[in-house]
């Protein structure tokens, strides 16, 4: 009895102490689970996504930012290999740090001295700071890494730097602009710190195009990089609409492409794959004044960073080619303020000379007449008396033209047909082009009255027939045209006198309009002839245009204000 009463109340206590051992075990688990709950809360709260891996590189646990950063649920990556969050690219370095760490863990940040780069559940990377560290769970080494996503810093650092060489370019490009270049040559200064930029994806290729005041729908190349010989040829003069760079400069608006497409017309056998950010430059009142025209890999991705870049570039670029434009006016007025200053000195003393010449001169003129009435045909003294009136008469045509150039003398206006002043003189001077075997073509075109100074335009326009016939002493075609045209919004009657004779030297151009200046040096020629006429021209509110080639002829046009009726 006293046995089995024993061991009853042993089993009793053994019963006891193991409900008791029962409910410490449930008192433990219910901390556990809030101890878990509590850490859990704590991987959860904190700003990083948080990942611990074991020495085989299987991921143990992770956080809640760790989801949402990586787009991976709790299921899907607990148990998986770590590289599946690192670019393939990365992998074969990866594992040879992660064995490094488990044989020597420390606390440390990760890619001191390059970048890291992880890898979404969707396949995007994005850069990331990670920081190391390690646990010891029951007896097992944990790896745990604190990841922070670092694509907003990154930009931001990005575009500071962008910024930085930005603001370096311009200040740059003004600084070139300032220097004693020609335009083109600060262009091709300007193309190389462009094309140099970091951080922009451009090809180290591109070109400067200005529109040039004279040509005002062709875009003219002053700059390239890059460029074959090949390419330089189509790509020289772009018209306005042709192309993707005349496209752009036509509507000055940017266009981009990231291929040859349907719009790229310039085509040569050897053609490399590449797209086009192709920028105007556009003045204040959106004129375009220009372009830039920089190459892409095929393919790119068009980016609101360069866009913004390239039109800072060309906004500048604007202002560099106005300062240019409104430097060489200024240099050109004060040229002319100082050409006037002088001719009209030299008018004043060359008027105050022909008059003290002219009656000493048509004395000697008039006893040499009458010498040549008395001295006998085919004598030395004939031949003496006959050289002293040519040269007199010769001095008294030279005189006779300082004093039409000297003299300001008001045009009496009148309403004339300008076509009847060329028939005129060239019916005076048929005579002398026969005897040159020299061809006259008419080529008559629209010619309004306008309203002139009939003789002194007749004299300014047989001036102009005159040079014509002396440059053509083997033959040729003299060609008398009219025609209407607009300059600047404004009408213009125009006359034009063409020859196929000797030509102008490109360098002579500028000279020719200059009193006394003259290229018949053996022959009668005064170097007022063009200055009169030119005189004439401007009093009357026109201009005068000249073109010429060596050995091809020269054209010299006269245009006349069309006043409205």
């Known amino acids: ?31 556990f689970q809030k101890i878990q709950k509590k850490y859990e809360k704590l991987l959860d709260s904190a700003p990083d996504a948080m990942i611990f891996v074991n020495r085989d590189r299987e991921i143990v646990t ?10 991976y649920g709790q299921g899907e990556i607990i ?43 969707d396949g995007t990377e994005f850069p990331v700071d990670i920081s190391l560290s390690y646990l010891q769970i029951e007896g097992e080494l944990i790896a745990t890494a604190a990841i922070r996503d670092i694509t907003k810093r990154k930009q931001i650092e990005e575009q500071v730097e962008t910024n930085y060489h930005v603001q370096k370019v311009m200040n740059s490009m003004l600084r070139i602009s300032l220097e004693p270049l020609s335009l083109d040559d600060q262009f091709g200064r300007i193309l190389e710190l462009i094309l140099t930029v970091p951080h922009l994806a451009m090809q180290s290729k591109g070109a400067i195009y200005v529109v040039e005041e004279d040509k005002p729908a062709l875009l003219v190349m002053k700059a390239h990089r890059g460029f074959s010989g090949e390419e330089i040829l189509p790509c020289a003069t772009v018209p306005f609409g042709k192309c ?50 920089i190459f892409v890999k095929e393919g790119h991705k068009r980016i609101n960073g360069e866009e913004e870049f390239l039109t800072a570039v060309a906004t500048t670029l604007a202002g560099v080619i106005e300062h240019n434009r409104t430097e060489q006016e200024k240099r050109q007025l004060q040229e002319q303020l100082l050409q006037a200053e002088k001719l009209a000195a030299l008018g004043r003393f060359s008027a105050n000379v022909a008059h003290e010449i002219r009656n000493p001169l048509t004395a000697v003129g008039g006893f040499a007449r ?22 007199v008469s010769r001095l008294e045509v030279i005189l006779r033209n300082v004093l039409t150039y000297s003299k300001e003398v008001k045009p009496q206006l009148e309403e004339f047909d300008i076509r009847d002043i060329l028939d005129r003189v060239l019916s005076l001077n048929e005579e002398a082009c026969r005897e040159r075997d020299i061809s006259i073509n008419k080529s008559y075109g629209d010619a309004p009255r306008v309203l002139i100074d009939k ?46 004779g000797i030509g102008i030297p490109e360098d002579r151009l500028n000279l020719i309009f200059e009193p006394f200046y003259t290229t018949k040096v053996l022959e009668n020629g005064t170097g007022l002839g063009l200055s009169i006429s030119k005189k004439v021209v401007e009093s009357l ?14 054209t010299f046009t006269l245009c006349f204000v069309l006043r409205p009726e």
Not at 83 to 110: A, C, G, T
Not at 258 to 277: L, S, T
Not at 370 to 391: A, C, H, M, N, P
Request: glycine fraction near 6%.
């Open 370 to 391: 009458r010498l040549d009435k008395k001295v006998q045909e085919g004598t030395k003294e004939k031949d003496y008396v006959s050289f002293i009136i040519s040269e």
């Open 62 to 71: 992770v956080n809640a930012q760790f989801e949402t950063m990586f787009g």
């Open 244 to 293: 993707l760079c005349g496209e752009a400069a036509a509507v000055a608006a940017l266009i981009y492409s990231d291929q040859i497409d349907d719009r790229h017309v310039v085509h040569f056998e050897g053609m490399f794959p590449h797209g086009h950010y192709c920028v105007p430059i556009v003045s204040g009142d959106r004129r375009t004044l220009g372009l830039i025209n």
């Open 1 to 31: 009895m006293v046995d089995d009463h024993g061991n009853k109340e042993h089993l009793l206590q053994n019963m006891e102490e193991m409900r008791r051992q029962l409910l410490e075990v449930e008192t433990c688990e219910i901390e």
């Open 541 to 554: 509110g026109g201009f005068v245009k000249v073109e010429s080639a060596v050995d091809k002829g020269s």
């Open 455 to 500: 003789e002194q335009v007749l004299e300014a326009v047989e001036n102009l027939i005159l040079n014509a016939i002396d440059s053509m002493p083997r033959g040729g075609t003299l060609t008398a045209a009219t025609d209407v045209e607009t300059h600047e919004d404004r009408p213009y009657v125009c006359v034009r006198i063409s020859d196929t």
């Open 79 to 121: 148990g998986r290999d770590l590289h599946i969050l690192v670019p393939e690219r990365f992998r074969d370095k990866h594992r040879n740090h992660v064995e490094d760490f488990f044989s020597s863990p420390r606390v440390r940040q990760m890619g001191a001295d390059f970048e890291l780069y992880a890898l979404k559940k």
